[in-house]
Structures are given as structure tokens and as C-alpha cells.
């Protein structure tokens, strides 16, 4: 009797790990709304763009260096001249998959620069990103 409980726990829970939505997405693809990349930027160059004004429409390519494990909502891009700049998935509108570290990633979206606790912040409010 116990053998049998004791294997159902580790079937019910071998089940519901692999239930994820997140891993049956495709490693690579569009994720959120569909863009074109005729104008990429660099994450310099949105950095630089980020010190003259605010709220720019961009599309800006780079090294994906982290991303969210749990949720799948937000990526960092590699900026070899400064901090990484965060993306942040707009409204949670959609989901990032696993193991895209290291990737090339585009994302089409606002850049935004922010002041938390005298300290300022770059980021990008993604509606669209292109994972390669």
C-alpha cells in the first residue's frame, strides 16, 4: 500500500513539473507582438540615448546575460561599456522560455531611465522580442 502512494507522489509530482508552458516554447522565435529590425540599436547606444531624453521607441540587440527563471517576464542585454540594460516584458503580456542565456536577443519596445535611490536605471519596456 505504501509502495503504491509513495508512487503515485513521485508520478504526480514528475507530471506537474513537466506541465510548464514555458517548456514547451521554442527556444528561438518571436515572443509578444511581431516587429520588423530595420533600425537596431546597440545597448550603447541606447545607454547614450537614455542620457539626452526619455521614453524613446527602440529596437535594441544584444547578449541575453540573465533572465527570469520563474515567471519568464524580464531579460538583461550585455553592455560591455556599462551596466546590462534590463527588458521587462510589457504588462507580463507574455513569456520568455528557459535557457536563453547567452543568446542573441532583439527587443522592440520604450526605453526608460529611472532614478531608484540615487541611482540611475536603464531599461526598456518590451512588447515584442525576437530570441535567436
Not at 111 to 118: H, L, S, W
Not at 120 to 125: F, N, R
Amino acid at each position: 500500500m505504501q509502495k503504491t502512494l509513495y508512487s503515485f507522489i513521485i508520478a504526480l509530482v514528475l507530471f506537474s513539473c513537466n506541465n510548464d508552458p514555458r517548456l514547451k516554447l521554442p527556444q528561438t522565435g518571436n515572443y509578444g507582438v511581431t516587429f520588423t529590425a530595420d533600425s537596431v540599436l546597440s545597448v550603447k547606444q541606447v545607454a547614450e540615448a537614455l542620457i539626452i531624453g526619455d521614453d524613446i521607441p527602440v529596437t535594441v540587440s544584444g547578449t541575453v546575460t540573465q533572465y527570469c527563471k520563474g515567471e519568464g517576464c524580464w531579460l538583461t542585454l550585455k553592455n560591455d561599456d556599462g551596466e546590462d540594460l534590463f527588458i521587462d516584458v510589457k504588462d507580463k503580456a507574455f513569456v520568455l522560455p528557459y535557457n536563453i542565456e547567452n543568446k542573441t536577443a532583439i527587443a522592440h519596445g520604450v526605453a526608460k531611465r529611472d532614478t531608484v535611490e540615487g541611482k540611475i536605471q536603464l531599461s526598456v519596456v518590451a512588447d515584442g522580442i525576437l530570441i535567436k
